[in-house]
């Protein structure tokens, strides 16, 4: 099983980072957000809104014994944020999470939506404004189901 590790950089309009697979990025020793997800999109669209650094591990829908132990187990003194789809696997996925990482905390798309994927980005970004993350603030003020013009995605 391959899981991927991204980070959002600060910049205007989103991630414009860079990500190595199975590296941790940010001040070793330091506790740095995490958001847990499900898939490569998922991941994609989270830092598309995001304007601070942070490490995002994408599961792809499921929990095998070895990413456990390399890689969600090691999350134990970071501060964790589970973000999957409203679905039967996405909560089969998240109660499996709370397992291994009881501190973590439970972000929630709305079940209108169903998929991280199908959230409008400007209620992504509401949700994790909402969470205390520093977000692209144009996404705050897209009325809900709207998309921004195509000039604001890079």
Not at 14 to 21: I, K, S, T
Not at 52 to 70: A, D, F, I, Q
Request: aromatic residues 6%; contains cysteine.
């Amino acid at each position: 099983m391959s899981v991927t590790l991204e980070t959002a950089s600060r910049g205007r309009g989103g991630y414009n980072g860079r990500g190595e697979e199975g590296i941790a990025m940010g001040d070793q020793g330091a506790p740095q957000k995490v958001i847990i997800v499900e898939g490569k999109t998922d991941r994609a669209r989270i830092l598309s809104v995001l304007d601070e650094p942070v490490r995002v591990v994408c599961t792809k829908g499921t929990l095998s014994y070895t990413t456990l132990e390399e890689l969600i187990l090691p999350l134990q003194d970071e501060e964790v944020y589970i973000l999957v789809d409203a679905d039967e696997p996405g909560m089969k996925l998240r109660r499996q999470l709370q397992r291994e990482l009881p501190n973590a905390k439970h972000l929630y798309t709305r079940r209108v939506y169903r998929e991280v994927a199908r959230t409008p980005l400007g209620v992504l970004a509401k949700v994790l404004h909402d969470a205390h993350f520093a977000v692209d603030e144009r996404w705050l003020d897209v009325p809900e189901g709207c998309e921004p013009p195509w000039g604001w995605i890079q």
